[in-house]
């Protein structure tokens, strides 16, 4: 038996499932996304991801401001399940009951943990080893209701946002379809959640410029969490550098990799935190805050540097991204000067 269903959902990350269930047996019998916003430098309207494939799909789109009196409309169309994905709205509890088969949410996190609005940036920022995709059957809290299925997934210590975004819609586009199937056969058992999470914050500004009085390993996090969208940032000479490539060195190991530091002495860390110390083959050698001291047995806090991080791509505010080498040959750094 195949369920008639509404899509909801707005950015790229919803576009697989979607796509998943258009070629399955369910029918999708309409799509909720959000209003076309002005966006980019000429602040033209631009449709939004789904919206954009919906219609190459065929599929009638809806974009109500609000969803306030939209249950109405939802009883029209009789939908068996409603799907949700990143739609960027609370659904009142009027449409939240309509379907028989209930709303089911796709969560870029292990819930209880990263409810919210930016799970994925936050836990590769936070330098988390470990996320997933959780299938949840919705209720009036946010991201609060019974878990369906789960699937878990690695984060590298080199991995970006956008590499983890990709792998989550992709396992949770699997996921929700093997989830439909089982609520349609009567099969698996709702887990309610512990009251108690962690909340996933929206980003905001102080999320994005750097602070090199941190450690070297949180500063990396940052840059790789906030890869491809929507970047960190430092000063250079007053010019506005977003950096979206680094890596971890170790001062003792200073000659590896075509590494070569100025001085590997710590020195005064606070006082020449964003200072050049020493280029690299691909990069760029910053002092940063001393990193905290590693537990025990923390395999990878005992590889991490003390202080130095390698910055390996940036880009200058309208230019295109370039090697840290490049941008240090570019302006005639020498070192000792200060990213700020």
């Not at 989550?168 to 989830?179: K, Y």
């Not at 999470?197 to 450690?215: M, S, V």
């Not at 806090?301 to 309208?318: H, M, R, S, T």
Request: aromatic share 6%; with cysteine.
């Amino acid at each position: 038996m195949l369920m008639r269903i509404v899509f909801m959902g707005t950015p790229d990350f919803a576009v697989p499932a979607l796509v998943t269930l258009v070629g399955s047996e369910h029918e999708v019998i309409g799509v909720l996304c959000q209003p076309d916003r002005v966006a980019g430098r000429g602040k033209k309207e631009r449709a939004c991801s789904v919206k954009e494939r919906s219609l190459a799909l065929g599929l009638p789109v809806f974009q109500p401001e609000t969803l306030k009196g939209a249950e109405g409309f939802l009883t029209e169309l009789a939908p068996d399940c409603i799907v949700v994905a990143a739609y960027g709205q609370i659904l009142p509890e009027g449409i939240l009951a309509a379907p028989r088969y209930g709303c089911v949410n796709v969560h870029a996190s292990l819930l209880p943990a990263y409810r919210g609005a930016a799970p994925i940036h936050r836990a590769v920022m936070n330098g988390d080893r470990e996320t997933g995709v959780t299938i949840m059957r919705m209720d009036k809290g946010l991201d609060t209701g019974d878990v369906l299925a789960v699937e878990r997934v690695c984060i590298g210590p080199e991995a970006t946002m956008g590499e983890i975004h990709d792998e989550l819609a992709a396992a949770g586009a699997r996921l929700l379809l093997e989830t439909l199937r089982d609520l349609e056969r009567g099969v698996g058992a709702a887990k309610p959640q512990p009251p108690e999470g962690t909340y996933a914050a929206k980003l905001g500004a102080d999320d994005e410029k750097i602070q090199w009085t941190r450690p070297a390993s949180v500063i990396h996090n940052q840059i790789r969490g906030l890869n491809p969208w929507p970047g960190a940032y430092t000063w250079f000479r007053g010019e506005k550098v977003k950096i979206w490539r680094s890596r971890l060195v170790r001062p003792e190991y200073a000659q590896v990799n075509d590494v070569v530091l100025e001085n590997s002495e710590s020195g005064d860390a606070q006082g020449c935190c964003g200072r050049l110390v020493g280029i690299s083959a691909r990069g760029l050698l910053c002092r940063t805050g001393q990193e905290e001291k590693a537990d025990a047995g923390c395999v990878e806090n005992e590889a991490v540097g003390e202080g130095v991080l390698e910055i390996l791509e940036v880009q200058p505010a309208g230019k295109k991204r370039m090697s840290g080498r490049d941008f240090y040959n570019g302006r005639a750094m020498e070192t000792g000067e200060c990213f700020t």
